[in-house]
């Protein structure tokens, strides 16, 4: 006798008779909702202080529309004119429009932006825009009445600098280049040529400096691996000083050390090295810049070795040299490959801090110490050309991710630890 196999009718149900495809994706849904509500505080930290202030940034560096908002009129009758001739009369009636329409606080921002192309142009156009509501036809005998600099073609031309809306002028003024009055690249005069030498010379300290710490940091923080644990502290305690000090203090600090008359020249010069007429210079100069950002970013080289290296067994070593190595040869061979995931950590974390630095080099460095970060806090607080000090920031960011993909290819990210 056979029996047929039992068969279910309608959907399969939970115990609480819900359909059990409508609880899973219900279950689903609130898997996803807590998992998104993890994610939402650290991803709404890098939007807001990383991903929002970065495109900003690259925004500022190639925004030139303020200049085409304020005077709109003067560069249409700035396209028809010929180049060659004088000023027409429409230009005049064109830039009469624009001045007397315009606020006075964008007339202002926009001088300044016109004297970033041509040096004269503020106060041009400040001294016009006073007698802008006495003026009348002929306007272009009353703009030269005001000032007969306005019969200058040269600042006419200028316009042609300005006339786009985005503009990569920033970016080329960064690199000590600039645009002719026909937007050809061109190069600087010498005079104000100075930009490619403070690029070369940031990475340089850069580099420097990453690699005198990667010197200094190494046999320290191995002796805070190897050592008895009551010394090891004591020493970390001294590593870790420097960060429970403000960086003002240390930096005022290594300034009364390192002048003519400091603690460093008098005691070389009470030992006999030099002698009290040959002091060495080591302030307000290259050499004092190098010499203090070791130090202050020397702890950021050794505790990530350090805690790569605690976590080397010791018995690996003792190994080696029961295989035969001498304790040099199980050192090299053995020992420090092992370190070079905490090494590449270091390095980068130092070389990322240094190429950005900017209070050290102020203070110490002078004029030979200055570095790129310098330049873009004067454009910030002093000539506020915002462009310009954003495209520095965003040449500056672009160099830092070179050397990251540099690393990457020669050492791999994916060895690089933090212990």
């Not at 502290?233 to 003002?248: A, K």
């Amino acid at each position: 006798m056979s029996t047929a196999p039992a068969t279910i009718d309608g959907p399969l149900l939970t115990a609480d008779g819900v359909p059990l495809k409508a609880s899973l994706e219900k279950s689903l849904r609130r898997s996803k909702l807590r998992a998104l509500l993890l994610v939402a505080p650290p991803l709404l930290f890098l939007i807001f202080l990383f991903v929002i202030p970065i495109g900003n940034m690259l925004t500022r560096s190639v925004d030139d529309k303020l200049i085409n908002n304020v005077l709109p009129q003067t560069f249409e009758a700035f396209e028809a004119w010929d180049k060659e001739s004088e000023p027409s009369e429409a230009m005049f009636e064109a830039l009469y429009n624009d001045l007397k329409s315009a606020e006075k606080t964008d007339i202002g921002k926009a001088s300044v932006r016109m004297n970033y192309a041509l040096p004269g142009w503020r106060s041009l156009v400040k001294r016009t825009a006073r007698k802008i509501k006495k003026m009348e036809p002929p306007y272009k005998e009353a703009f030269v009445k005001a000032d007969d600099r306005w019969l200058d073609n040269t600042y006419w031309l200028s316009l042609g600098i300005m006339k786009d809306k985005r503009t990569l002028g920033y970016y080329w003024n960064a690199i000590d280049r600039t645009y002719d009055f026909d937007k050809n690249v061109i190069h600087q005069p010498d005079e104000r040529k100075v930009y490619n030498l403070l690029w070369w010379r940031t990475i340089l300290v850069s580099i420097l400096v990453t690699i005198a710490c990667l010197i200094l940091a190494y046999p320290v923080a191995y002796l805070l691996a190897t050592l008895p644990m009551r010394i090891s502290n004591l020493l970390m305690i001294c590593v870790l000083m420097p960060f429970w000090t403000s960086l003002l203090v240390r930096i005022v600090a290594w300034m009364i050390m390192l002048q003519q008359n400091g603690v460093v020249n008098d005691t070389l010069v009470a030992a006999g090295i030099i002698s009290d007429d040959n002091r060495l210079a080591m302030m307000y100069n290259f050499n004092g810049t190098i010499i203090v950002m070791t130090q202050i970013l020397l702890p950021f080289m050794i505790l990530p070795i350090y805690s790569v290296m605690k976590t080397i067994p010791p018995s690996l070593m003792k190994a080696a040299q029961n295989l035969g190595a001498t304790p040099t040869l199980a050192f090299i061979r053995v020992y420090m490959p092992q370190t070079i995931p905490g090494i590449g950590a270091g390095c980068i974390l130092v070389f990322i801090v240094a190429i950005g630095y900017y209070i050290t080099p102020e203070l110490v460095g002078g004029k030979d110490g200055r570095l790129i970060g310098n330049m873009v806090a004067y454009h910030m607080q002093r000539s506020l050309n915002w462009g310009l000090a954003a495209a520095m920031g965003t040449i500056l960011l672009g160099v830092i991710l070179l050397f990251y993909w540099v690393y990457d290819k020669i050492i791999g990210i994916d060895n690089m630890k933090m212990g």
